[in-house]
């Protein structure tokens, strides 16, 4: 049964630094993964989608990478600022189009 | 402008009362999902439908029920034999299974007194 895994389940960082968010899978058989951004008593927005032929995705300030082989897949987040604040949350769909989400990360970015 | 629209936003029920949420979508897309969200936790998902009049159960269908009739529309009833429903729900949509980006509502609180 795929898991996902979300690391650290909360982080609080001085604006403008640099900082990685990270996010584990049990099993290598996926179509894609997507990271996702929810602010307080939202809706989900996405942020970035890698297919599983692909290795990473820019957007703006964000990255994300993809390692299928290991389960990995970390969110980069350049020049932070107090409007990141908010829970990021990863997801991966599944041999059965299932999308299996993880804990998420609560991220809070200090002025 | 095209989304996923969610209704309603709050909701109060009384227990052993049926309750029907709404999510309709004007993305075209043919996928669309109903999840539950309970704090500190990932969202589980209820009920997805590939396609209209055709839907699969997800890992946590108990109590719950959908329909399917047109392809933008797929409401999420909680039945009075979900033991916990009070949880904050979310519609979503993709524009097929199987590596599409996901596209959410913003979300329906139902609270049970």
């Known amino acids: 049964k795929q898991e996902v895994t979300q690391i650290p389940a909360a982080l609080s960082v001085p604006e403008g630094e640099n900082l990685v968010l990270n996010c584990s899978f049990t099993d290598s058989a996926i179509y894609n993964l997507q990271w996702f951004r929810q602010d307080p008593g939202k809706g989900l927005t996405s942020l970035l989608l890698i297919q599983s032929s692909q290795r990473e995705q820019t957007s703006g300030r964000l990255n994300a990478s993809l390692d299928k082989s290991s389960g990995r897949s970390t969110l980069y987040i350049a020049a932070s600022q107090p409007g990141d604040s908010a829970t990021y949350l990863c997801a991966v769909e599944d041999s059965s189009y299932k999308l299996i989400f993880g804990s998420g990360t609560r991220l809070l970015v200090r002025p | 402008d095209g989304g996923i629209t969610q209704s309603p936003k709050y909701l109060f029920r009384k227990e052993g009362q049926n309750v029907t949420l709404s999510c309709e979508q004007n993305l075209n897309h043919d996928a669309m999902y109903w999840y539950r969200q309970d704090p500190g936790q990932g969202l589980r998902l209820i009920y997805y439908s590939q396609i209209v009049n055709d839907f699969q159960k997800g890992d946590i269908a108990e109590g719950y029920s959908v329909s399917r009739e047109k392809k933008e529309s797929f409401p999420l009833t909680v039945t009075s034999a979900q033991k916990n429903p009070t949880a904050f729900y979310l519609c979503?949509?993709?524009?097929?299974?199987?590596?599409?980006?996901?596209?959410f509502g913003e979300g329906s609180r139902l609270t049970v007194l």
């Open positions: 979503a949509s993709s524009i097929e299974t199987g590596g599409g980006e996901l596209f």
